[in-house]
């Protein structure tokens, strides 16, 4: 006579929920690895605006704060005496429904940054002017940091902002850049890094 074992519902139910939680860490690890793919260096663009000022201090001025993580690749780089250029770029557009978009304002800073083995600190050079610093973290949050940058003056704009977008950008120049490390950037991300375009809060303030 054939025998059959007793059919055990909690060692059944034990397992299948073993299996839900197996499934369960799976899709959450796969959810995490994409998201450390699509973000790996921890950059989250930008928060900016671009206010147009009447009054005491006329002019069109620009604010904006990067959120940029400096990439292991990039802080060895600089380390080993490489200087980084970056630029940080605004555009501003009026759309028009009969044509293509009217230009009123494009304007760049660029900034260098490098180390000296000599006096240990890190510079920061923006035209003629350089500043030092004891870490690198010091001088890239000076660099992703932009105040009361003057693009324009207050005419730019009427009172009116409707139909007037402005977005900004931060990247690495890879024109810049040694040759052998140009090359780089073609197949390294950290290489190739930029903020991408984000928007600008767009205002007027102040009387004419």
Same mark, same amino acid.
């Given at each position: 006579?054939?025998?059959?074992?007793? /059919?055990?519902?909690?060692?059944?139910?034990?397992?299948?929920?073993?299996?839900? +939680?197996?499934?369960?860490?799976?899709?959450?690890?796969?959810?995490?690895?994409?998201?450390?793919?699509?973000?790996?260096?921890?950059?989250?663009?930008?928060?900016?605006?671009?206010?147009?000022?009447?009054?005491?201090?006329?002019?069109?001025?620009?604010?904006?704060?990067?959120? /940029?993580?400096?990439?292991?690749?990039?802080?060895?780089?600089?380390?080993?005496?490489?200087?980084?250029?970056?630029?940080?770029?605004?555009?501003?557009?009026?759309?028009?429904?009969?044509?293509?978009?009217?230009?009123? +304002?494009?304007?760049?800073?660029?900034?260098? +940054?490098?180390?000296?083995?000599?006096?240990?600190?890190?510079?920061?050079?923006?035209?003629?002017?350089?500043?030092?610093?004891?870490? +690198?973290?010091?001088?890239?949050?000076?660099?992703?940091?932009?105040?009361?940058?003057?693009?324009?003056?207050?005419?730019?704009?009427?009172?009116?902002?409707?139909?007037?977008?402005?977005?900004?950008?931060?990247?690495?120049?890879?024109?810049?850049?040694?040759?052998?490390?140009?090359?780089?950037?073609?197949?390294?991300?950290?290489?190739?890094?930029?903020?991408?375009?984000?928007?600008?809060?767009?205002?007027?303030?102040?009387?004419?």
């Amino acid at each position: 006579m054939r025998c059959w074992k007793r /059919f055990d519902a909690r060692a059944c139910a034990a397992a299948v929920r073993r299996c839900a +939680l197996a499934f369960a860490c799976a899709v959450a690890l796969s959810l995490a690895g994409t998201a450390a793919h699509a973000s790996p260096d921890g950059t989250d663009g930008a928060v900016a605006a671009v206010t147009v000022q009447h009054g005491s201090d006329p002019g069109t001025f620009v604010d904006a704060q990067f959120a /940029f993580a400096m990439p292991p690749s990039l802080r060895s780089a600089v380390d080993h005496g490489i200087a980084l250029y970056f630029r940080i770029e605004v555009q501003i557009r009026r759309s028009r429904w009969y044509w293509f978009d009217k230009d009123l +304002l494009d304007r760049t800073i660029e900034y260098r +940054l490098s180390y000296s083995p000599l006096t240990r600190q890190y510079h920061l050079s923006r035209g003629g002017l350089a500043l030092p610093f004891d870490t +690198l973290d010091q001088a890239v949050a000076t660099m992703r940091r932009v105040a009361h940058w003057r693009v324009g003056d207050a005419t730019l704009l009427d009172d009116s902002v409707e139909h007037v977008h402005a977005r900004i950008r931060m990247m690495l120049d890879t024109s810049m850049l040694p040759k052998p490390f140009q090359v780089n950037a073609i197949t390294d991300h950290d290489w190739d890094w930029t903020s991408g375009w984000e928007e600008c809060v767009l205002s007027v303030s102040g009387a004419h």
